[in-house]
């Protein structure tokens, strides 16, 4: 491993730095979400689509 023998290193600087980049560079927000709810209800209606289907081709054979 090296070692920085450097007499000028300033260990706040690296703190310093890391915190203006951080101020610089916001986290980029996430993208909203997609609603679960419509979803859910086509599901229901396609379920419940196949269940008359069923149920009509059951009473007429």
Same mark, same amino acid.
């Given at each position: &491993? *090296?070692q920085n023998n450097? $007499?000028? &290193? %300033? /260990?706040?600087?690296? *703190?310093?730095?890391?915190?203006? +980049? =951080? %101020?610089?560079? /916001?986290? /980029?927000?996430?993208a909203p979400r997609? /609603?679960?709810? $419509?979803?859910? @209800?086509?599901? =229901?209606?396609?379920? @419940?689509?196949?269940?008359?289907?069923?149920? @009509? =081709?059951?009473? +007429? @054979?």
């Amino acid at each position: &491993m *090296t070692q920085n023998n450097d $007499p000028n &290193m %300033d /260990p706040a600087g690296t *703190t310093q730095h890391f915190r203006r +980049f =951080v %101020d610089e560079n /916001p986290e /980029p927000e996430e993208a909203p979400r997609r /609603p679960i709810l $419509p979803l859910a @209800l086509a599901g =229901v209606g396609v379920v @419940l689509a196949i269940a008359i289907i069923a149920a @009509l =081709v059951i009473a +007429f @054979l």
